[in-house]
Structure formats: C-alpha cells, structure tokens
C-alpha cells in the first residue's frame, strides 16, 4: 500500500529540516506554521494499535532556528503580540486552562469573524502588510483555502 506521512511526522521531519540548516550557518529565514489532521504518532503510540486511536487536529510551528512549539492558537510575526492574546480571550484559554478543561472551541462563522476582526487590528497597527487576507481550515474532509478578501 502507500504510505501516508501523518501531519505529526511531517512537522518533525521540517523541524529537523529547519535545524540542521542553522546547525550549518546557512539558515532558512522562515517562521512556518503546519496544520493538519490525522492519527497520533510517535513512541506514546504504537503502530500495533493504530486502530484504536482516531484522528485528531494538529497545530505546530516552527523557526528558522529549529525551535517547534504545538499548540491549538498559533501565530507568527506581529501577531504573537497582538493576535494571540486576542485568540486566547476568544477562547477563555487562561480561565478554562485553570480548571483543567480544554480551550472553548469556535464554529467555523464564529472563527472567520474572529480572524477579520484580529486581522483588522494588525492591519491597522502596521504599515507593512495588505488588507487582503486568506483563511485556510483544515478538517477531516481535507484543507480548504478561501480566495482573498478584503
């Protein structure tokens, strides 16, 4: 059959890729965020019992230096400081963390609005970026990229 690479092995394998380039002093001047959806993997979860786990969102970043963090709210550049904290409060993360339960999560209406109104604010703090913005889902029926918008 044909092997498949779970999102998990993928962003382990552009992490490696990420590092080794710095390890040479030849970077790759890139933030990269990777999105996906598939089965677990890894040591904590053995082939042998691939059928009993099922599939589940992934969200990994990695830097130019090879540094990965996986997290359900992610984001590069400006938006660390400005977008994250915002996407955290949407999602009551520091309240429901606090409890020990998960994260709110959005529908997809509530998301869109919530990444216009984020994107409006970095747009209106910095000088350098567009006001067309993209925005990519990805579920278990694939990824889907809208066309640009203002």
């Known amino acids: 059959g044909t092997y498949r690479m779970r999102p998990k ?13 710095r390890n040479k002093m030849d970077p790759l001047w ?3 965020l990777m999105g996906g ?16 786990y099922k ?8 830097d130019m230096h090879g ?10 550049g400006i938006g660390q400081y400005m977008a994250l904290p915002l996407l955290r409060e949407a999602t009551r993360e520091v309240e429901r963390l606090k409890q020990h339960k998960l994260p709110d999560t959005l529908n997809t209406t509530q998301g869109i609005q919530l990444l216009c109104d984020v994107m409006r604010v970095l747009s209106l ?7 067309r913005i993209q925005i990519g889902k990805v579920s278990a029926n694939g990824a889907e990229l809208s066309a640009p918008f203002r």
């Open 9 to 21: 092995q993928a962003f382990e394998f552009l992490t490696q890729v990420m590092y080794n380039r």
């Open 30 to 32: 890139n933030t990269v």
């Open 37 to 52: 959806y598939g089965k677990p993997c890894g040591e904590d979860y053995p082939a042998q019992n691939d059928h009993l």
């Open 55 to 62: 599939e589940e969102p992934f969200l990994g970043m990695v």
């Open 67 to 76: 540094t990965q963090l996986v997290d359900h709210i992610l984001t590069t």
């Open 125 to 131: 703090r910095t000088s350098r970026c567009s006001n």
